[in-house]
């Protein structure tokens, strides 16, 4: 088979915009985080529990979040040189505790809706909850230099990919600041704020901050003096832009996707909700597709990945990987999916499920996609709750 596709296989596999597309792929692995609210969130604590016992955390590279997914992302980031080559005490110490707190304290709609009479933005009160609760006064400066973390939003004023990471942030249309100082708590907002109500988040800029000519046509102050930003899944549903095109190992933990509805309602605010549910289903389900076909692709072809897809509405058995964890019918962890994209209180048991399914999930993709040669595990993080 010729190294190269075909025209018709380079426009299915084409960036979505060149300017993110960066140079050459290299031999290492990333990780890339999505899915929405506290579900997706407490999905990923158990994938990175089971990615740091089997010792792939550390040989990550680059960490891609969106949505959800960048909460616990933001969380990973801070406490990454805590839990490098320790056991996982500290990892449970640092990481999940702080997360499960998050999730047992209620930042969306109904809580916002309450203070909505006092001043400022809903998404600065929601970047205040996050402070309060995980990130302190941490600036993307706090980031790690490696791997290279990535929290990614859509930009709603030019409608493409903004970058938050350590070394800059960046619109490719807009232009780019290096060395920013804006809080995780931020960036973390912007993310995951899901519209229409924790979005948009408005980011207040500096036009002289900017490089020059690190842009193109919109590198003006009608869009250098703020960016209007908004959840990175409403553009990459499953944070593969900057991954993808770079690492040759594509690890992805997707907290989300949209249930089926026998009898959607039909007034209007409802109607136009599931409808926009159902454009960005379709995101989320082109971009599993250039996935799932990089990894099926010969080792020959220039769309070949290696990686495993840990997705929360699955079925175990499908993963086809030997000793997965046999307490995961399929019927309880579709429940587990179907939990609503809230930022609200959730149940102790609940949020033990989903890092217990997260968890068993991961290691059977890991295991069957990754490395063969890894042992199986002795059970759940938490033994009483199952799935």
Request: proline share 6%.
């Amino acid at each position: 088979m010729e190294n190269s596709v075909n025209d018709q296989s380079q426009d299915a596999f084409a960036p979505v915009n060149s300017g993110t597309l960066e140079r050459t792929v290299e031999n290492g692995m990333a990780l890339c985080v999505s899915g929405g609210g506290y579900r997706a969130m407490r999905f990923h604590v158990g994938a990175v529990w089971r990615l740091h016992e089997t010792g792939v955390l550390p040989q990550l590279k680059r960490v891609s979040s969106v949505s959800g997914g960048s909460i616990a992302a933001g969380v990973l980031a801070l406490i990454w040189g805590r839990i490098a080559g320790v056991n996982g005490t500290e990892l449970e110490k640092t990481f999940v505790k702080p997360l499960r707190e998050m999730a047992s304290t209620t930042i969306d709609v109904g809580s916002i809706l309450r203070v909505l009479a006092l001043p400022g933005r809903i998404s600065d009160k929601v970047t205040a909850a996050y402070e309060k609760h995980l990130f302190g006064k941490a600036t993307l400066q706090d980031l790690p230099g490696n791997p290279v973390f990535v929290i990614n939003n859509i930009n709603v004023q030019s409608g493409a990919l903004w970058r938050f990471r350590k070394a800059y942030m960046r619109d490719y249309l807009v232009g780019e600041i290096v060395k920013p100082r804006v809080s995780i708590a931020k960036a973390v907002t912007a993310s995951s704020g899901f519209p229409p109500f924790l979005s948009p988040v408005q980011l207040d800029l500096d036009p002289n901050a900017f490089t020059p000519g690190s842009g193109s046509f919109l590198q003006n102050e009608s869009y250098t003096k703020k960016a209007v930003l908004s959840d990175g899944g409403v553009y990459d549903k499953l944070g593969l832009e900057t991954v993808w095109k770079r690492y040759a190992t594509v690890l992805v933990s997707d907290g989300g996707k949209m249930a089926a509805e026998s009898a959607p309602a039909s007034d209007w605010a409802r109607h136009s909700r599931r409808v926009l549910d159902l454009v960005d289903n379709q995101v989320r389900a082109q971009r599993k597709r250039q996935l799932i076909a990089s990894y099926k692709a010969a080792p020959s072809d220039a769309i070949h990945r290696d990686g495993a897809y840990c997705v929360i509405r699955s079925d175990i058995s499908n993963y086809g990987a030997p000793d997965a964890l046999p307490s995961c019918p399929h019927a309880r962890t579709m429940a587990l999916a179907e939990t609503p994209t809230r930022l609200v209180v959730m149940s102790g048991e609940l949020q033990e499920r989903l890092i217990n399914w997260g968890y068993g999930v991961c290691d059977a993709a890991l295991r069957r996609r990754v490395n063969n040669d890894l042992p199986p595990p002795a059970g759940f993080p938490d033994l009483r709750a199952g799935v």
